[in-house]
């Protein structure tokens, strides 16, 4: 079985896709020293699904509680990562460090090696150049653009008031049923397709950055409202074939997890442009926004 | 004009001549061996180990091992770093070989055509003839067949020594293993008690040093042979590029993780014959720890932590109390993490709430 469809039946999918013509047209093209990332623009929709971070009722272990997000907006997301020659011309400008990457890879593959804070500097850098507001997708975000691809946390697992080790044992077993093999090197963009929504490489073998910082909540032992929350923002959620969480400065894949199962190959980004309405659009085409 | 293949060959076939002499039956009174009985055993891949009485029924006996050698690519790491191996029998560790005390261990080693090198075996648990290396040097295309007696108990190192620098060559690629004198009446406890073991595992540690490019990738080479300049190099400076068990980063983890059950009692047997390393079972001890690996030396208590000195295989017996993800790691963390040395045990069964409980579960700090 796919990880991919892991969740499938689940994630109601309420999005339909803009035409990538029609989306990819930077606004401000014209005044841009890079030109515009391709784009896709998901028209508002919904998601039913797994909040990120470590929940517990009662002092155990909980599910990640389901729930339905509505997206009041449109979300204009790139159609491809970041690559690896988009993020050289931030390093070239003096605006991002070289990305932790020592392999030979095409120009044209996602940036690798970068970590949470290069992923933002990137973003500050990228927004400058274009005059555009850009930023990494929050979790959710990612879960709604990556559709059909979006596989989320490990389920299955069991819970057993009396025996924790039965958690620690299922979800140990749910990850090595997942049977990924390492696929170390990235490649070029497009190399693992598009989903439904025409948007490229999701949960091939670069995991992608959100700013979704990682948060314990405790929730009422009846089930309604949450009695508790700390987050923890020195931490990230990352997601790809599975979800995963790593502090902001690790940019290895397999030296950030502390999950005993495999970890990511690769860790890259995309980006969602913010759009800033019609009034502050014309005020930037002025130069005065 | 002298390839590099002829070159190792040169060294190897000198070694060879100064073997060939002392082949011949040695001089001291012998017993009449030829009445004892033989056992043909049938070696596995480590972990796991082949059939064996704990207790050994009857008399000494012969017992006969079979040892194919292979030359081949071995990928060691998730990245696909390849190292031109060097195995006994196909894996990395070779498999462990377990006889009684007393027991004479009869090994047939072969080294086919197909390999390059020149090969040997020395067993520290074998006494004269540098272990039997001096006795075992076989070209590609020999084979060759020793006998010893294994006069003393305990978990014992073998591994390749063919002779000057070709000797840690052929270890840090992968050329060791251990073997198990068993005492005749089993193993047996600080206070001289029986004590059996459910399951055992035989853990090899290895270090290897990868060369790696100019930008830092680790290099492949074509051959052994072709690598062996690169590979001396980083070998003198002394830190290995992995530090794996069985031979490469993760080989017991996942679908491969050991498993026990809670109430189960494990024999770990853990070789390492280049370099120390300290083994730790996360979560929990080493109820008895033969560190040394000798049965004869009653056996350490309650460790939480045990050294292996390079060159040597010890052993620790623990009964599983509680289930869970057991990491067995070499507890240089680094080289746990960052170089590969780590292990899983799987465990089943019932919680003991009275050995741990989680009192309160992470919450804010309380404020007033």
Redesign the interface.
Known sequence: MSPFILKVASVAMAAATVPMGLAAIGWSGHRQSHPAAMTVTLVPGSITYPLPGEFLSDGRPQANPRLRRQFNKSIEIMAYQVSVSDYANCVAAGACQPAQETRAIPSNAPVTGVSYLDANAYAQWYSKATGDDWRLPSDEEWAFAAAERFAGEFEGVENDANNPARRWLSSYKAEVDLNRKPDPLPKGRGSFGFNSLGLADFSGNVWEWTSTCYIRTTLAADGNGVVSSVDNCGVHVLEGLHRAYMSNFVSDGKSGGCAVGTPPDNLGFRLVRDHRGWANRILGYLGIA | MFTRREALFGVAIGAAAVAAMPAFSATAPQADISALPREKIKLVAPPFVHPHDQVAKGGPKIVEFTMTIEEKPVVID???TTLNAMTYNGSIPGPLMVVHQDDYLELTLINPDTNSLAHNIDFHAATGALGGGELTLINPGEQVTLRFKATRSGTFVYHCAPGGAMIPWHVVSGMSGAIMVLPRDGLRNDKGEPVKYDKIFYIGENDFYVPRDE???FKNYESAGDGYDDIVKVMRGLIPTHVVFNGKVGSL???N?MKAKVGETVLIVHSQANRDTRPHLIGGHGDYVWEQGKFANPPAKDLETWFIRGGSAGSALYTFL????Y?YVNHNLIEA??LGATA?F??????N?DLMT?V?????IATN
């Open positions: 998730s990245d696909g930008k830092g990738n983890t996942g679908d993780a509680q289930p869970g993800v990491a993490v960052e899983h799987m465990v089943e069964g019932e919680w709430d989680q309160e579960a992470p919450k804010p």
